[in-house]
């Protein structure tokens, strides 16, 4: 395939280099003359290992090329690879105005272009980019329209710096989004043969996969040294720590715990989070991000009754209010916390959970809910359909098997307000509101 990059910084230099390897022909564009001369050279304007051997190889072949003029570059090949730099302003916004003179360049070039073109970008972008920015700025610049005239995808890269060569041809996964499945297909043949997961989806979601993935990754860097520091403190090596943490592939390093729903609750996470957080401040440790932990929490549980006021209806019903499916443990139940609050702004409530009866709880399970609330016990009803009879606003509390028919015997005027996702269904207002989702 004859392929343009547009940008030949770092993720640029990297992804003409290996497309050539592949047998592509590629023409790298960039408004910086010495870079094209570097690359038409046979040198490399980037320092990452093996990438200058690949582009001196790819020049000598005849397969790699550079230039100033987007137009031309446009002209000469079958798809567009956007790899121009995203820069951060002051205000922490991202400043897109290298992509959108890229993209009416590449708009002006697909006026007089009769064959179809396709439209890639690899740079990073905050959800909604290609909607409001890339898509319009392409078609006010063709006269064409995206999907149907020129295809458009974001294609997010994952290269760490130091192994991007490696990164590329081993990448955790390939994701597509794009809006038709032409741009799909033609988008996917770039990546044939790699073995890694191969995912289509649609153009924000993989816009905002990138930001997630890179977040989280340093989440876990500054977790880990706060994990350091607390260890070092009480004489403890953090690496030895830490290599415990990471052999857990069953619950640590899994998809657990990392799918959005409601606030942790139950017997040890808020407790040992709030010993952590003591403990690290009769150290003297400034730990910003596990103090945050129960703030955030409690944010969260306050989001959840603020969704559950904001329906404007007085008879509530809650399905689930120990902290997870399968016990009847109350203790520190966000659930419990929604209802308490819920009871002190005078709302009328029924209660019902299959696993909690108040008659067998006992211990700290049952001294927590009888401070907590006292009368729960005129609040529980005995099955779900007491609960649907009453109600006008619906919650789910928790995920047990049989909150999964609530969807199907709501009534019109009823409103589910679901904090665990009992099913695929998105947020429709009026009738469903999920938390996250």
């Not at 990138?210 to 090596?237: C, P, Q």
């Not at 390093?253 to 409601?262: A, D, R, T, V």
């Amino acid at each position: 395939m004859k392929i343009s990059v547009m940008g030949l910084g770092y993720v640029g230099s990297v992804s003409a280099a290996c497309l050539t390897r592949n047998g592509h022909t590629v023409i790298g564009v960039d408004t910086n003359q010495t870079k094209v001369d570097l690359i038409n050279s046979g040198l490399t304007p980037i320092i990452e290992k093996d990438v200058g051997e690949i582009i001196r190889s790819s020049v000598n072949d005849g397969l790699l090329s550079a230039t100033t003029k987007t137009t031309d570059a446009v002209r000469d090949t079958e798809l567009s690879i956007i790899c121009v730099g995203t820069p951060s302003m002051l205000n922490g916004n991202l400043d897109l105005s290298y992509v959108r003179r890229v993209c009416e360049e590449i708009g002006t070039a697909l006026q007089d272009k009769k064959q179809y073109h396709t439209v890639v970008v690899r740079s990073t972008m905050l959800p909604g980019s290609m909607r409001d920015i890339v898509i319009p700025t392409l078609e006010n610049a063709s006269g064409k329209h995206a999907g149907k005239d020129f295809g458009i995808c974001i294609n997010p890269e994952f290269l760490r710096e130091g192994t991007a060569i490696y990164d590329f041809y081993h990448p955790p996964k390939t994701v597509i989004g794009s809006s038709d499945k032409k741009t799909c297909q033609i988008v996917s043949s770039l990546y044939e043969g790699l073995e890694a997961p191969l995912i289509q989806t649609d153009l924000a979601t993989a816009e905002m996969v990138k930001y997630t993935d890179n977040v989280w990754h340093a989440l876990k860097i500054g977790f880990a040294n706060e994990i350091g520091l607390i260890s070092k403190a009480v004489g403890i090596d953090g690496h030895k720590v830490m290599d415990i943490f990471c052999s857990d592939r069953k619950l640590n390093l899994s998809s657990n715990y990392l799918k959005p729903g409601f606030a942790f609750g139950g017997s040890c996470l808020p407790k040992d989070v709030r010993a952590l957080a003591y403990k690290s401040k009769n150290l003297d440790l400034t730990l910003p991000i596990i103090n945050s932990i129960l703030h955030d929490n409690e944010r969260h549980i306050r989001r959840g009754v603020d969704m559950i006021t904001s329906k404007g209806h007085r008879r509530v019903g809650i399905l689930g209010i120990s902290f997870k499916a399968g016990t009847d443990d109350l203790r520190e139940s966000p659930v419990v916390e929604v209802i308490e609050s819920l009871l002190g702004k005078g709302y009328d409530l029924k209660l019902y959970d299959y696993n909690v009866n108040l008659a067998t709880i006992s211990g700290a399970n049952k001294d927590y809910i009888l401070n907590k609330i006292p009368h729960i016990s005129r609040l529980m009803v005995d099955s779900m359909d007491e609960v649907m009879e009453h109600a006008e606003t619906v919650v789910i509390g928790n995920n047990a098997q049989e909150f999964c028919q609530v969807l199907g015997k709501t009534r019109p005027d009823q409103v589910v307000v679901d904090f665990v996702r009992i099913s695929d269904t998105r947020s429709q207002e009026g009738k469903y509101d999920g938390i996250c989702w």
